[in-house]
C-alpha cells in the first residue's frame, strides 16, 4: 500500500473535497428547482450584483438601501472579482460550501494540538483521533443546516475563527491577528465572540497577566471598539436610523424579562438540541462553552417562540464553534482508562450525527411524513417565465423565483408591496412607478395566509394585502403578459386579452357555451362555469353576503376507474381577489389555467378553508404544510367534448 493511504491527512483532504461536491451539488439541485425561497440568497446576489457596478453595498430587495444598515459584513467585498467572473447566485453557494468544507482543516489542526499532548491516549489515538473529529464536523446534520440555509456569511465566521483560535494556540502572533481582523470584519457580532476569548486568554495567562496583555487586552480592546463603530456605521446606514433587529427583542431593559426568557423551557430545549449530536461531552471540559455567551443572549433574549428554526439556520454558528472545541479539550484530556472506550465513543458520536439528521438535518425526508404541500409551478414553466423579463429590467418578484431575479440592480420581493411595510420597519412602501414587472405566485398567496394570519404583527396587515397589490397594478399600469396555472406576469409594454378576474354588475347574462350548475355553498353562490381552450377554466360565482374570511379552490382529476390522480390548491384569481374581497351581489369571474395530466375523465372543484403553517424542509425551504382542509362545497366540472 502507497505511503500516503497511511496518512490521515490524505483522508481528511479526501473527506473534504467529497464533502464539497456532495454538498454544492445540493445546492445547485436547490437552486436549480427554484428552492431557495427565504430571501437572504436574493438579498446578497443583489447586493454583489450592485456593488460590482458601482453602487457598493447597495441593495433593492427590501425597498433599496445600503446593506450596511443591515449588517457590517465588509468581508463581502472578498466574493466580489469571483462574481464578477461568474455573475450568479451559484458563486455565492459555491464558497459557501467551500469554505465549510475546508474549515474541517484548522479543525484538525486544533484537534492534533490537544490530542498529540494527551498522555491519556495512544499514539493510534493521538494520530487518528483528529481525523475523526474532523469527520463527526463534515457530518454534523446542524452543519449541513447551516450548508443549505439560503447565503449568509457564517462559513466564513467558521473558516476564519478556527484558524485565529488555532493561531492562538500556536502563539502565531502575526497571523492570530490576520484571522482575528478578517473575523471581525465578517459580521458586526463575531467581534462579541472574539471578545469573549479575549476573556479566555485572560483567564489562561491569568499567572502572568500583563506580561502578556497582547494576547487578551489588545483583542478585547479592538473588538469593544469595533462594536462602536459597527452599531454606529449600521445606524448611519438604516434608512430608520436604528439597528432594526432590535425590534425583535421587546422590552430589552427589563431584567425580571430577562429571566423569564432565559430560564424559559424553550431556550432548555434549544441547549439540550445542540448538545445532543456530541453526546453532551463538552460538558466536561466546559471552559471554550464561554464562547457560546454572547450568541446565548443573542437568542435568548429574542421575542419568539420559534426557538427551534435556530437547528436549522445560520444562527447556531457560535454555538457550533465553541462545542466542538469543547468537544475536543474533553475527549484528548479526559481519562477513560482504556483506548478502546474513546474509540467507541468517537465511532458513537460519528453514528449520532447521522440519527439527529434523519430529525433534525437534511435526511429529514426519511422521518418526517408531514403533508406539505406541493411546489405549484416546475422548474420549466419557471424558466419560461423568467425568460420573458429582460436582464436589466426593474421587477417586484416572489420568494422562489428572486434569486434568479437578483442578477439586476432592482429587484424587489412581492411581500413588501402585499404588506404596505418595509422589513422589519414601520415604515411604509409602495413599488416605485418605474418598477416594469410584476411577477405574482399563487404558492406566495397561499403561504401569506397561513404565514401572516398566524402572526399578530402581520394580521392586520394581511387583510388588505390583495388590494394593495390591485391598487399597484393599477397606479402602475400593469398588463398581465403571460400566464401558467400559478404563476402570472405583469408588464406596463404588452397587454393580453385575457385577465384573471372580471366583475360584472349585471348578474343574468353569460357567455354562449356557458354550462350552467347552480350551487350555493354558504353566502357564495357557484353558477357555472365555460371552457377556454382545453386548459383554461373561467368559473363564475355572486357572492351574497361579506365574506370575513379567504377561501381557496382545490382542483382534482380522475382518471376512468375513479382514482385521484392530480390535484392542486389556488388562491381564487392568484390571490389577486380573495374571498374576502369579493363584492356583493355581482358576477364575478375567475379564470384558471390548469395542468390536469393525460388521463383524466373527470375534474371536480372544491371550494376549502385551510388551517396550516410553513416549515422547513429537508433541503431548508420553506413548505406549505395544510394541517387542516375543511370542504364548504364542491362540484363536478364536465371537460368540453
Not at 480592546?221 to 432590535?246: H, T
Not at 461531552?281 to 428554526?309: E, N, W
Amino acid at each position: 500500500m502507497p505511503k500516503i493511504f497511511k496518512q490521515p491527512v490524505f483522508y481528511l483532504v479526501l473527506s473534504i473535497i467529497t464533502y464539497i461536491a456532495v454538498f454544492f451539488y445540493l445546492s445547485f439541485y436547490k437552486y436549480t428547482h427554484f428552492l431557495y425561497n427565504l430571501e437572504d440568497l436574493s438579498i446578497f446576489t443583489n447586493t454583489l450584483y450592485n456593488t460590482i457596478h458601482g453602487n457598493w453595498f447597495w441593495f433593492s430587495t427590501h425597498g433599496g438601501y445600503s446593506y450596511l444598515g443591515d449588517h457590517l459584513e465588509l468581508i463581502l467585498i472578498f466574493l466580489t472579482p469571483f462574481y464578477r467572473l461568474f455573475p450568479t447566485a451559484l458563486t455565492l453557494l459555491f464558497f459557501q460550501t467551500l469554505l465549510i468544507g475546508l474549515s474541517a482543516w484548522p479543525l484538525y489542526l486544533i484537534a492534533k494540538k490537544f490530542f498529540s499532548h494527551s498522555p491519556n491516549l495512544t499514539p493510534t489515538l493521538q494520530k487518528l483521533g483528529p481525523l475523526l473529529i474532523s469527520l463527526i464536523f463534515l457530518f454534523n446534520p446542524f452543519l449541513h443546516n447551516i450548508n443549505l440555509e439560503e447565503f449568509h456569511l457564517a462559513p466564513f465566521l467558521i473558516f476564519f475563527f478556527l484558524w485565529t483560535f488555532y493561531f492562538y494556540l500556536q502563539k502565531n502572533y502575526k497571523l492570530f491577528w490576520l484571522f482575528f481582523i478578517l473575523t471581525l470584519v465578517s459580521r458586526e457580532d463575531a467581534c462579541l465572540t472574539l471578545g469573549a476569548l479575549s476573556l479566555i486568554a485572560a483567564w489562561e495567562y491569568r499567572k502572568n497577566l500583563w506580561a502578556n496583555k497582547k494576547w487578551w487586552l489588545y483583542p478585547m480592546l479592538i473588538s469593544g471598539a469595533w462594536f462602536v463603530i459597527a452599531m454606529a456605521a449600521i445606524n448611519f446606514f438604516n434608512p430608520d436610523d436604528n439597528y432594526k433587529y432590535l425590534l425583535l427583542y421587546g422590552n430589552i431593559f427589563d431584567p425580571f424579562n430577562w429571566l423569564i426568557k432565559i430560564f424559559s423551557s424553550k431556550i432548555i430545549f434549544l441547549l439540550l438540541g445542540l448538545l445532543l449530536p456530541f453526546l453532551f461531552f463538552p460538558l466536561l471540559r466546559p471552559k471554550y462553552l464561554f464562547l457560546i455567551i454572547p450568541t446565548f443572549l443573542q437568542i435568548a433574549l429574542l421575542d419568539s417562540s420559534g426557538i427551534s428554526v435556530i437547528f436549522s439556520t445560520h444562527y447556531q454558528t457560535f454555538f457550533l464553534i465553541p462545542l466542538f472545541l469543547a468537544l475536543i479539550t474533553a475527549l484528548s484530556s479526559y481519562n477513560f482508562k482504556q483506548p478502546k472506550n474513546l474509540w467507541l465513543i468517537l465511532l458513537l458520536l460519528l453514528g449520532t450525527q447521522f440519527f439527529i439528521s434523519s430529525y433534525l438535518g437534511p435526511l429529514s425526508f426519511l422521518t418526517n411524513h408531514q403533508n406539505y404541500l406541493k411546489n405549484l409551478e416546475d422548474p420549466i414553466a419557471n424558466q419560461k417565465i423568467i425568460s420573458l423579463i429582460p436582464p436589466l429590467a426593474s421587477l417586484s418578484s416572489p420568494y422562489r423565483l428572486l434569486p434568479n431575479l437578483s442578477s439586476r440592480p432592482t429587484a424587489y420581493v412581492n411581500k413588501l408591496a402585499f404588506l404596505g411595510k418595509k422589513h422589519l420597519s414601520t415604515k411604509d412602501f409602495s413599488l416605485p412607478d418605474n418598477t416594469e414587472y410584476l411577477l405574482l405566485d399563487s404558492a406566495d398567496m397561499i403561504e401569506y395566509y397561513l404565514h401572516f394570519t398566524n402572526r399578530s404583527q402581520f394580521s392586520s396587515m394581511y387583510w388588505e394585502g390583495a388590494k394593495r397589490l390591485r391598487e399597484t397594478i393599477d397606479r402602475l399600469k400593469l398588463y398581465p403578459i403571460f400566464q401558467t396555472d400559478s404563476l402570472i406576469l405583469y408588464s406596463q409594454k404588452d397587454i393580453l386579452s385575457y385577465y384573471p378576474y372580471s366583475i360584472f354588475s349585471n348578474t343574468s347574462t353569460f357567455p354562449s357555451d356557458f354550462v350552467t350548475q347552480e350551487q350555493t355553498w354558504g353566502n357564495i353562490q357557484f353558477k357555472g362555469y365555460e371552457w377556454d381552450g382545453d386548459e383554461e377554466i373561467n368559473l363564475f360565482f355572486i357572492n351574497q353576503a361579506q365574506q370575513t374570511d379567504n377561501y381557496f379552490f382545490r382542483f382534482s382529476s380522475f382518471d376512468s376507474q375513479g382514482k385521484k390522480i392530480w390535484s392542486k390548491l389556488y388562491p381564487p384569481a392568484y390571490g389577486l381577489l380573495p374571498t374576502h374581497d369579493w363584492p356583493v351581489n355581482q358576477l364575478i369571474v375567475l379564470n384558471q389555467p390548469l395542468t390536469f395530466p393525460q388521463g383524466s375523465s373527470s375534474l371536480e372543484l372544491q371550494l376549502v378553508k385551510i388551517k396550516g403553517d410553513i416549515e422547513l424542509g429537508p433541503l431548508n425551504d420553506t413548505r406549505l404544510v395544510i394541517d387542516e382542509e375543511k370542504i364548504l362545497g364542491q362540484v363536478e366540472l364536465k371537460f368540453q367534448p
